[in-house]
């Protein structure tokens, strides 16, 4: 179960690191400052897993 | 022009953003990385690490301390387990002045302050509490890391859709994987959390400990609460305690049975699964109340929250509340208090085996002199003596 446990955690960051960059990547593309406020707070907690911060 | 515009305000954001993210990150760096200090009273004779008892927590976060206080004569041994839910400081802060203050003339007192320590290195997530608190004494202030009732995401992932409990099979909420009160008796090749609790197993039994004392908070809207809950090994013990700490008008001590049914449970698998008898305390917190007002420190320590005290007028409590609160000395004082009860109920009943504890402050004591006044200084005590917890 462990072994399981430990792979799961790892796709899981593979998925935290992947859904950050897609929301990097649509905050350079979008044009409305509304989205774009949206994106960097909806960022923050991912990069805080991300990082091992909380 | 339009674009440099959208660039620059891109930039701004990002900045403020990333700043966010510094500020949070190293308040929550810190929160992880606060070293508290304990200062070993002169009764504790022994400080081992829950690895000694079990291999397989050596290393990770919650390789706690184990203190030993052995007494002067052999008697029974008794366990007391701090943070087994580290969001319950009382719980953490009682077992803290044993550890300083305690000396047994008879018997042996095991001590834990940190049972789950990963969680006492988070908040609740998204929950904006604070990440510690301080207590007032006469040498300064003392900083405590304030915990959440599960174990750090950061140590244990991921959870299950369904937390499947062993050996009951029980389904239990996901997140209780994480929760030390809820995997018991653990296992050794399980998660973190349930190796942590088969530590703790292996450790009563190879220290043949006799009585075992979960020490916990809880809500004013949670019935389980100002309360002993039992295991059936352990009913008439406790029954005599609460009624003794009750009669004697110092606080109200209910009691309560540990259903069968019930399990992870400390108080039901410890009996089960060893030859201790189990018990837990639960002592009034009103920060844990979804229905609290601010969550600060300040109501962390006060327990004052006036969206409480209309929820009690409502009717909707099981424990009173004015606007006088719950203060954490009074909290630390019950436990305190409960735990030196159980000693003496239990020595009267077992005079061959007993269990005898000195300068330990009880229920009067700790509100009179403030809990500060029983923590120790770490700067001016000798070195040798001094251990991170
Ligand atoms: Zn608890």
Redesign the pocket.
């Given at each position: 179960m462990n072994i399981l446990m430990s792979i799961i955690t790892v796709i899981y960051y593979l998925l935290v690191a992947y859904t950050a960059v897609i929301l990097i990547y649509n905050l350079i593309k979008t044009k409305t400052w509304e989205k774009e406020a949206l994106y960097i707070i909806v960022l923050l907690p991912f990069l805080l897993r991300l990082f091992r911060l909380k | 022009m339009a674009d440099n515009n959208v660039y620059i305000r891109k930039i701004i954001l990002s900045v403020l953003g990333f700043l966010l993210l510094i500020f949070s990150g190293i308040s929550f760096y810190k929160h992880r990385h606060l070293e508290e200090h304990v200062v070993l009273g002169e009764g504790v004779t022994e400080v081992k690490k829950l690895s000694d008892y079990f291999d397989g927590v050596k290393g990770t976060i919650n390789d706690c301390n184990i203190y030993i206080l052995e007494g002067k004569e052999p008697g029974a041994t008794l366990f007391v387990m701090g943070a087994?839910?580290p969001e319950?400081p009382a719980?953490r802060l009682a077992p803290w002045i044993f550890v300083e203050n305690g000396v047994m003339e008879k018997g042996r007192l095991i001590v834990v302050l940190s049972a789950n320590r990963s969680g006492t290195t988070v908040t609740r997530l998204g929950g904006g509490y604070p990440p510690d608190y301080t207590i007032p004494t006469g040498w300064g202030e003392q900083k405590f890391r304030m915990g959440d009732?599960w174990a750090n995401p950061l140590d244990q992932w991921p959870d299950p859709e369904v937390y499947i409990h062993y050996p009951s099979r029980q389904n239990l909420a996901y997140v209780d994987i994480r929760n030390l009160?809820r995997a018991w008796p653990g296992r050794p090749n399980g998660t973190l959390t349930e190796k942590t609790c088969y530590a703790f197993m292996e450790l009563i039994r190879k220290e043949k400990v006799d009585i075992f004392i979960d020490l916990?908070?809880?809500e004013l809207q949670y019935p389980v609460i100002s309360t002993i809950v039992a295991h059936e090994k352990g009913h008439e013990l406790a029954a005599v305690v609460s009624m003794v700490l009750t009669d004697m008008g110092e606080f109200n001590m209910g009691m309560e049975y540990s259903p069968k049914s019930l399990h992870g449970l400390s108080h039901r698998e410890v009996g089960d699964f060893s030859d201790a008898i189990s018990l837990l305390f639960?002592a009034p917190e009103p920060f844990l109340d979804a229905t609290r007002g601010k969550t600060t420190r300040e109501q962390l320590l006060t327990g004052k929250d006036e969206f409480i005290v209309k929820a009690g007028e409502h009717g909707l409590l099981f424990e009173k509340i004015d606007e006088n609160g719950w203060p954490i000395d009074v909290r630390v004082g019950r436990h305190t208090s409960a735990v030196l009860m159980t000693m003496e109920i239990w020595t009267e009943e077992h005079p061959d085996m007993s269990l005898v504890c000195i300068n330990v402050p009880g229920y009067a004591e700790v509100i009179e002199n403030g809990i500060g006044y029983y923590l120790k200084d770490p700067f001016r005590a000798n070195p040798e003596r001094v251990i991170i917890e």
């Open positions: - | 087994s839910h319950e719980g009732r009160n916990h908070e809880a639960e």
